[in-house]
């Protein structure tokens, strides 16, 4: 049985910069503030998943997604593995709503709650912030509180 997981997470910055995150109300991830994503489904495209999970959680239609970078999970003892393909996108149209998954918050980039999200966000989000390049990132997780193993690295260089 496959215990990989394909998922998305879609981070929406505003004109003046500000980053929406969503405090995630139920499941996976319950109660840490994150981007918007989850499980591509069967017949759809990472992107496809990645707007559609973006429209469900938080209202926006994402006219454009770019691509920021792709981040695999292992758990130790735990078959699973997270294969999460990150999106960015300032171009997008509608009206932020709470939904039954996600309560959203403008957050300023001084602002930021790391220590509400998850363990490997500073890590990773900083090539975010910085507008690139895109990068590839790993981590192992002892539990879902603890590091073991970590890297990031650009995906740019030929
Ligand atoms: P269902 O089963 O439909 O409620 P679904 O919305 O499809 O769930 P979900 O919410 O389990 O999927 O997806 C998890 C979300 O959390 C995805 O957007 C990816 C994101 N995610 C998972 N591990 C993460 C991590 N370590 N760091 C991070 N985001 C993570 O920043
Ligand atoms: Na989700
Ligand atoms: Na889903």
């Known amino acids: ?73 292992d758990f130790i003892d735990d078959p699973m593995r997270l294969e999460v393909h990150v999106f960015c996108t300032s171009d997008y149209s509608g009206t932020v709503i709470e939904t039954e998954e996600m309560k959203p918050k403008w957050y300023k980039v001084e602002d930021i709650p790391f220590h509400e999200m998850w363990l490997d966000d500073p890590i990773w989000f900083s090539w975010y912030l910085k507008g690139g390049p895109q990068f590839k990132g790993y981590f192992l997780y002892k539990g879902l509180d603890k590091i073991v193993e970590q890297e990031v690295k650009s995906t740019d260089v030929p």
């Open 1 to 73: 049985m496959s215990s990989r997981k394909v998922l998305t997470l879609t981070l929406v910055r505003n004109s003046v910069g500000d980053i929406l995150l969503g405090l995630k109300k139920r499941g996976f991830g319950e109660g840490k503030w994150n981007g918007f994503g989850g499980k591509v489904e069967p017949g759809e495209s990472i992107l496809q998943g990645a707007a559609r999970e973006l429209t469900e959680e938080c209202g926006l239609k994402a006219h454009s997604l770019t691509k920021v970078g792709l981040l695999d999970f």
